[in-house]
């Protein structure tokens, strides 16, 4: 009976133990993403601190929700499946002294502030006995490089122009900021003004060309979509015809986009 209890007893100082590195590591990619997001202004920042509240600052909520609800035979096989539905239900089974500042934080995720997300996550943490550990410089250098090559594995492998984009938009702003960001598809126009005035003006018109045909391409096929059967053969035609040539187009600039963050020793597109 003893070793059972003694054998539970370390499981869980492991689980707690496996919880902390794990909040520890959202926890310091939130601040590292929310130092970023302060590099725009009003709409974009407002825009950034809603994605990364839907995301990431939801991802360590239910981590957090997870681990008490496993007390209560709740858990979930993955926490980033808990809706906010399961929260509330996980949130009216806990004690007063956690279900207070855990309340707080779960609605937070509903707001506009990633900073006040933070400051209710630090004391929902603290009503848990869950220490969220800040990374001194060292680590966060250690995540920033950690970031920046999982994106650009990420960006290797992808086809997707409008993935393309993101991606190189993303890890210039990285590049040449030296802070993360964390920013949804509609803000990849507002990335793209901010680098205007950072990277060299043949790299940025490419990256401008490239997002006028990554639009294009997305009204011509939404207009394909929208084409009703009584619509003509030639204006079908016309459609295909254009989505064809868009796509090419694409397809022979997207390594040119590429190189500028796979290769960003070149300080110009046109360089042999």
């Given at each position: 009976m003893s070793s059972t209890s003694t054998s539970s007893g370390a499981s869980r100082r492991k689980t707690i133990k496996d919880l902390q590195e794990e909040v520890s590591n959202l926890y310091n990619n939130i601040r590292l993403f929310e130092k970023g997001a302060r590099h725009f202004t009003d709409e974009t920042q407002t825009n950034i601190a809603k994605h990364m509240l839907k995301t990431v600052c939801t991802d360590i909520t239910n981590l957090i929700f997870n681990f008490l609800a496993a007390d209560l035979m709740m858990a979930a096989e993955d926490y980033t499946a808990i809706t906010s539905e399961m929260r509330k239900k996980i949130l009216s089974t806990l004690p007063e002294e956690t279900r207070g500042p855990l309340t707080k934080l779960h609605i937070s995720l509903n707001g506009k502030s990633v900073e006040e997300f933070v400051t209710c996550l630090d004391v929902a943490a603290d009503a848990c006995d869950i220490m969220a550990k800040r990374g001194d410089k060292k680590k966060e250098r250690q995540i920033l490089f950690q970031h920046?090559?999982?994106?650009?594995?990420?960006?290797?492998?992808t086809e997707d122009p409008a993935l393309v984009l993101h991606l190189t938009s993303v890890l210039l702003f990285q590049f040449t900021t030296h802070c993360m960001l964390h920013a949804p598809g509609r803000c990849v126009p507002q990335i793209i003004t901010f680098l205007s005035t950072k990277i060299p003006e043949d790299q940025h018109s490419l990256l401008i060309k490239y997002q006028g045909l990554v639009v294009k391409q997305l009204i011509s096929q939404n207009k394909k979509i929208g084409q009703g059967d009584d619509d003509s053969v030639d204006n079908n035609l016309d459609t295909e015809e254009n989505i064809e040539?868009?796509?090419?187009?694409?397809?022979?600039?997207?390594?040119?986009v590429k190189d500028l963050v796979l290769r960003p020793r070149k300080t110009s597109v046109t360089e042999e």
């Open positions: 920046r090559q999982a994106l650009i594995e990420h960006l290797k492998v040539a868009i796509r090419k187009e694409l397809q022979e600039l997207s390594a040119s």
